[in-house]
Nanobody, 115 residues
């Protein structure tokens, strides 16, 4: 069974940085793709960044140039480096893995950016 555990969220001032981690219980080499999504209060969950098995990445326009998704296959972990954070980045961030075309989600980690 695939389990995903996020960490690294917290409170940061605008302009600061955080790095989120998502540790998987199985080898991430077998995943079709992994990604980060976020959900702010009153909003729908939205895609932030994804990376597929070929290493291709995709970002929502609002984070391009500020956020970077990467993987460490040896550690079965995907990261989201978030720089130049803005108050509008405040949300619960979720890790998602697509494995044999099934979706698996982590429990989420809160990111709060103060102005």
């Amino acid at each position: 069974q695939v389990q995903l555990v996020e960490s690294g969220g917290g409170l940061v001032q605008a302009g600061g940085s955080l790095r989120l981690s998502c540790a998987a219980s199985v080898s991430i080499r077998s995943f079709n793709s992994m990604g980060w999504y976020r959900q702010a209060p009153g909003n729908q969950r939205e895609l932030v960044a994804t990376i597929n098995s070929a290493g291709s990445t995709n970002y929502v326009d609002s984070v391009k140039g500020r956020f970077t998704i990467s993987v460490n296959n040896a550690a079965n972990t995907v990261y989201l480096q978030m720089n130049s954070l803005k108050p509008e980045d405040t949300a619960v961030y979720y890790c998602k893995a697509v494995f044999f075309f099934n979706d698996y989600w982590g429990q989420g980690t809160q990111v709060t950016v103060s102005s």
